[in-house]
């Protein structure tokens, strides 16, 4: 299972210290390779992916790697009712026809969100209509992905 989104080590670093303390909450995870490297460097990370398979769930546990994940649709996940204040919702490489919109709408009020993408493309997409800025970011990734926030 080949992940869309390869940071490197200080990528995910500087992701971590950006997140100050909170949750990272990746969006639509895929394969949990994300949530593995947050794990890996040191950062709190949960999951919400729809796809996400019993055998993946051991695959990274038997690698020593433990984090959950809700097997829903973010949209519906009970984890959009929990303290925005406390997470960071990150979504890394998305570009789902209204997904990412829906979901950000969802979102309570002070909700911060990490949009992660290599592709102008996608955001607009994924993001029309909705106002984010552009962060610098430490680090690199296969494709040199952009970074953007947005504030609710």
């Given amino acids: ?3 869309f989104f390869m940071p490197d080590d200080n990528f ?3 992701l971590i210290k950006y997140a100050k303390g909170r949750v990272i909450v990746d969006v639509g995870c895929g394969s949990g390779y994300l ?3 947050i794990m890996k460097n ?3 990370c949960i999951g919400i992916e729809p796809y996400f398979s019993m055998e993946r769930k051991i695959f990274w546990m038997k690698h020593g790697y433990v984090f959950n994940v ?3 649709q973010a949209e519906r996940s009970q984890v959009m009712e929990y303290p925005v204040d406390k997470m960071l919702f990150l979504f890394a490489r998305p570009s789902h026809e209204g997904f990412v919109s829906r979901t ?3 979102l ?3 909700a911060e969100i990490l949009y992660i993408t290599h592709s102008a493309q996608n955001t607009m997409i994924d993001l029309a209509g909705i106002k984010y800025k552009e962060l610098k970011h430490e680090g690199t990734s296969k494709s040199n992905e952009f970074v953007l926030s947005i504030k609710k």
């Fill in 70 to 72: 809700f097997a829903d």
């Fill in 104 to 106: 950000i709408n969802k």
């Fill in 1 to 3: 299972c080949t992940p």
């Fill in 12 to 14: 995910v670093k500087w």
């Fill in 108 to 110: 309570k009020e002070g």
């Fill in 35 to 37: 949530c593995a490297l």
């Fill in 42 to 44: 040191g950062g709190k």
